[in-house]
């Protein structure tokens, strides 16, 4: 059952390994023109050519590099950020006080921030701060967050009533120390599972910014911005150049969902194994 | 037992998530899947519908079915709605009308045709005179000819559109050098005008702009009609309401962004069009556009890339049209008022760094001509033999860049519009084969909008873009887009003594009488010359037209402003 679980992490470590080594195996210089426009698979070049001549695998396996760094960057980001955010709302929202209403507050704020349209979102940051890995990972953590918060909160209201939390108070313990040592240990959890799903999502929106045409400059090979060039060159036989990008990113989300359950099972304890 | 340790038991209340969290990872990815296939499938379901209609219409010699990319936000184009966009200028085409048109000759693609430059013939008018100083043009109108709504049209409607267009503020005026507008125009009689000029040589250019987009003629008392106190030339109602224009068609339905209806103006000048009716429909996809024309959905297609253009050249059901000296080019402009092509030597060493032969092969799949120069090169007298010409060759880009004082080379930004995917893939290849001339490129790519933006300003080091003369003549060419004083319509800001002396031999040239001389074209062959040499401007290939059409499409017509006129199209038969 262990090794079960752990196996399931495999192809995302596969798919780690492949973007830390990216520029051993790529044949060509992803950015350069290498060959003639628009080849069919073959030999030379595994995965055909683009529309200006540029090696579709080289492109692709460099893809990897840029977004599993950039979903790594997100789901760190948002984890982080969502578990901090969520302690702080989740331990003072009932409170009498100004920090009580502050909290309530911002637990609002999370409510509407959740209601914008996260492409939208994306759009302008991008269009505010430019098309680069920092503000495009600004924009994503922007957009996954809430869910990270919302996950914490719900769990620190669970755990703040329980009796440790009394015994911790009885002891003398201060509130931050509490908060700290106690509340976070037991209220991480449901927000470090979830951050393969944020992984997931990170990388499909960014190919979804990339898709229409506000991701990363070109010729950076970035999957969305690739499949979105060779969709239209698909409709006349070109297939290669949007079917090869379209299966990483498939792939690379779908191995991310391996890792939940190993974080599930790094999170509980090895007793539930 | 401490807090920590009591995670199982409080970990049993929660669901067992991981095959429940697979799923929904999946299901979230299948949803991005199907959100990224979305966005590309509105051209697509477009299509669909298209295609399931037009079987029925596009089988009709009267009536034909045309994919196009988008339509025209303003019916009133270069005039009252300050549109720049293909859009406009078909609607411009076939909306409205001119006193007189360059005719059509036969084209290099059998059943095309294209525009002779040099000669025009009369369109509204029905002739014209021509003082001995060639400074005054008197134009006879056709006598009785109506409006699309049926208003008689008479010398005054011609010197009311010019003051409608001389108080329209996005109109360009400045194109009209040696003509003062309303003020020089005189009303002899109802069917007669008098053009005033200050200067002979521009005369050529000047039936060249009353024969495109710029000088066309309206139907004034309908105009008036819906005229208003603040907007006394109706600009804003003409926006999206037709029948004030005296071209062969004339809007007859419209949805946005979806389809519009052009039906044949039956008073037309110059009788009925063959076709009675045109429906233009919205794809956005270009490879869709392209595959509809190819099953026969649609009769014909625009916008479409050179890679699909060169797949459709095997197809036995479509025609891939192609001319002897295409007129829109790929234009990489080098902004002058700032680092690095503030330096001559800089630009001069980006034009060796420009892989023209590669982007013509690559990008244009060999549907590009180099260009030498930005003057038509069948222009009557003028010849581009003897001028200076550039070809990739980085070791002498790399001389000239160490020349210039930057042996390590440069780096600049190059701008470029997200509505043009040909220039998006020449710019990658631009950056690729500059690099090993020494330049260290970034490519920024910006919507349409804000890159017109870029243009106008000048903000930009660098842009790659579409462009075109409007009007063919030696004239308009060169003085359109390098006027000094930080003029927005000279989008390199090329300001120094070289501009000067260009500046000074386009005076010469439009200082002979006849513009088209043999005098004149050795004066233009100097102006082009030190164009040339100053490289503002890297003219890297002109591009032959993006439209595709069916086999048994005829009457395709090649414009200066690449639109389609549909009154001379005829499907079957």
Known sequence: ?273 | MSPRSSLPDVGRRLPRPTRRRVVGIIAVALAGALALSACSSAGTSTSSASSSSSSSSGSSKADITVAVPALAPSLDGVVGGGCLTLECFEMNANLQAGLVRNPYVAGTTKGTVVQDFNKYVPYVAKSWDVSSDGLTYTFHLRPGLKSQVGNVITADDVKWSFERKWNSPLYAKSSWASFAGPDAITVIDKDTAAFKLTSAGFGQTFLGLLANLQGHIYDSTLLKQHATADDPYALNWAKSNSGWGLGPYEVSSQTPDQQMVLTANKNWALGTPKTKQITLRVVADAGTRASLVNTGAVDMAEGITPNDQAKLANSAAVTVPSVANPIEYADLTLVTNKAPFDNEKVRQAMAYATPYGQIISQIYQKRAVKMVGNINPSTKNYSTKGLPTYSYDPKKAKALLAAAGFPNGVSFTLSVSTATSDLIDAAVLVKSYAADAGFNITIDQETATAFSQTRSVASGQAIIYRNRAQVQTPTYATTTFFKPNNDPSNPSRWQDADNTTFQSTIAAAQAQKDPLSVEAGKEWEKAESTLLTSTPEIFIASIQPSQVYAKDVTGYTYRSENAIDFSNISVGG
């Open chain 1, 1 to 273: 059952m262990k090794k079960t679980i752990y196996a399931a992490a495999i192809p995302f470590a596969v798919l780690l390994l492949i973007a830390i080594f990216a520029p051993l195996i790529e044949p060509y210089n992803p950015e350069k023109v290498v060959g003639l426009s628009t080849q069919a698979p073959s030999a030379a070049h595994l995965f055909g050519t683009d529309s200006t001549g540029m090696d579709v695998f080289s492109r692709v396996v460099a893809g990897f590099r840029i977004d599993l760094v950039m979903g790594l960057i997100v789901t760190l980001l948002s984890t982080v950020i969502g578990l901090v955010i969520g302690l702080i709302i989740g331990m003072g929202e009932s409170s009498p006080s100004v920090a009580g209403a502050a909290g309530r507050g911002a637990n609002r704020l999370i409510d509407l921030a959740d209601a914008i349209p996260p492409l939208i979102v994306g759009i302008v940051v991008v269009g505010l701060f430019g098309a680069n890995i920092v503000s495009l990972s600004i924009a994503l953590a922007f957009i996954l967050t809430p869910t990270q918060v919302r996950l914490t909160r719900a769990e620190v209201l669970r755990v703040r009533s329980d009796a440790y939390l009394e015994a911790a108070r009885m002891a003398g313990l201060r509130p931050w120390q509490i908060t700290l040592r106690h509340v976070l240990p037991n209220a991480c959890r449901p927000a470090i599972e979830n951050s393969s799903l944020v992984f997931g999502v990170s990388v499909v929106v960014a190919a979804a910014l990339g898709f229409l045409g506000v991701g990363l400059v070109p010729p950076t090979p970035e999957w969305g911005a690739m499949i979105s060039k060779g969709v239209s060159d698909a409709m006349l036989g070109t297939w290669w150049t949007a079917l090869f990008p379209a299966v990483a990113l498939c792939v690379a989300v779908a191995c991310a969902s391996g890792v939940s359950g190993v974080l599930t099972r790094v999170t509980r304890g090895h007793s539930l194994a």
